[in-house]
């Protein structure tokens, strides 16, 4: 099996990372940073964004596993102490392989069409005043919003900052696409709904952008700023994530030790 590992360039991830390749080696697992079969990140469930955005390309050909250096995440549940294990089941064992959605944004700017794809969310901000957009969904008029922004998750993201902002919690087998709202200003012109809404994964939402304005997009942990965008597409992509499981990681157990403290046995 071709490989490569990501860490998140602290000292720990960097010699979990060397030890890793030491143990791949007396294994017979073959490095390869431009062509892998599996990426192994290293860090936390920010590494392994990292580290799906650097072989996004490539998504439909590999498989994620995830180590952490501090605490559970939802990406990473290998613990640092069990790399020998990781590396023996790589080498050995078939792993249960399980795809999760991603949210796919196609931007419309005077350069034309540009897609992009996101593991946990797009956002998008008004850089110096408050967002004016319209939001259609399914091509029709839906809300129109005034604030400080939008965020559009996929079921993975739904624990990142969607629940920050009092989005539901869904599981990442469910095919769809999270829209919630950042402080949206509701007066007579700009009304919304006001809670999060779910779409499925044969609906869209349309971002029309209404006034002259500088926006900040993030995919992920990577953001832009632009002044020319018409209007952004919002959908489930048709392409998913792979992670590989060596052994179960179940998503609820993982909600449960982040958010409500109590040990998974
Ligand atoms: P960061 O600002 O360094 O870290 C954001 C935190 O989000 C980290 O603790 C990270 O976990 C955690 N996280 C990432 N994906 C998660 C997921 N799917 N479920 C639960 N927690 C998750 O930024 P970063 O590490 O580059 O991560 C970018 C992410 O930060 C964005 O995708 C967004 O979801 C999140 N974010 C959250 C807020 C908010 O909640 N107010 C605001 C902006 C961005 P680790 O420590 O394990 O890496």
Redesign the pocket.
């Known amino acids: 099996m071709n490989y490569v590992v990501i860490d ?1 360039g602290d000292k720990l991830s960097k010699q979990l990372a060397a030890q890793f390749h030491i143990l791949a080696a007396a294994r017979g697992l073959v490095r390869n940073d431009e062509r892998p079969q599996m990426v192994v990140s290293i ?8 580290a799906f955005h650097s072989h996004a390309d490539q998504v439909e050909d590999i498989a994620f596993v995830g180590v ?1 250096t ?2 559970l ?4 549940d290998w613990k640092a102490d069990e790399l020998e294990e990781l590396v023996r089941m790589m080498a050995e064992d078939e792993p249960k392989i399980v795809r999760y959605p991603l949210a796919e944004i196609v931007l419309d700017t005077s350069e034309g069409l540009s897609t992009y794809i ?4 797009f ?1 998008l901000k008004g850089v110096d005043n408050t967002l004016v957009a319209q939001i259609d969904i399914n091509d029709e008029l839906f809300e129109m919003f005034r604030g400080d922004g939008i965020v559009v ?1 996929t079921p ?10 009092g989005g539901a919690v869904i599981h990442p087998s469910i095919d769809c696409l999270q829209i919630a709202e950042i402080a949206s200003i509701n007066n007579r012109v700009y009304r919304t709904l006001g809670s999060s809404v779910v779409l499925p994964q044969h609906h869209h939402c349309d971002i029309i952008s209404r006034k002259d304005q500088r926006l900040q997009l ?1 995919f ?2 990577l953001n832009i700023t632009r002044s020319d965008i018409r209007s952004i597409r919002c959908s489930v992509s048709a392409r998913k994530i792979s992670f590989a499981r060596y052994r179960p990681f179940p998503f609820w157990n993982r909600v449960r030790e ?1 958010f409500l403290g109590y040990e998974v046995k």
């Open positions: 998140r860090g936390g469930d920010g590494t392994l964004l990292q952490h501090g605490h995440g939802f990406f990473a996101a593991v946990n969310e956002t998750s993975s993201g739904s624990t990142a900052y969607n629940k920050s902002l993030t992920d942990h982040a």
